[in-house]
């Protein structure tokens, strides 16, 4: 639970030197009609979340060189999968560090549909459990 806020508060760390930087580089602002919906973005953060947690816990070698799959791929995929580009991406989180208030509702939602699915985790494996018996 600890790392949970740690993380939150990296995140945050992080927002905050990049919005500072883009304010001294004079970069134009972002029209929100610009950026992915709110709901997409949420899903793809959540499922980027999720690929950088497997791959840190993936061996570093392996036999199988089809499970080694890097961080670009694996953005690559969720990008394919929500339809999306990588410069929608890049643009919605430039938008967002520009706008920290907006992006901590969007973190907030990210981190509940995180806690909603390690909650169903157990369930779902007593359920896989009980169909191997």
Excluded: W
């Excluded at 508060?9 to 709110?38: E, H, Y």
């Amino acid at each position: 639970m600890e790392k949970k806020y740690v993380s939150i508060f990296v995140i945050i760390i992080m927002l905050g030197i990049a919005a500072c930087q883009s304010n001294r580089q004079g970069q134009n602002t972002i029209s929100p009609s610009d950026i992915l919906p709110k709901e997409t973005f949420v899903s793809v953060l959540v499922e980027a979340h999720l690929a950088e947690a497997a791959l840190r816990g993936a061996p570093i070698s392996s036999k199988d060189s089809t499970l080694q799959t890097t961080l670009p791929e694996a953005y690559a995929f969720i990008f394919e999968k929500h339809h999306i580009q990588a410069q929608d991406f890049e643009k919605t989180m430039q938008y967002y560090t520009q706008h920290p208030d907006d992006f901590l509702v969007v973190y907030d939602l990210v981190m509940e549909k995180l806690a909603k699915m390690s909650s169903q985790m157990p369930a779902k494996i007593d359920t896989l459990v009980k169909s191997l018996e």
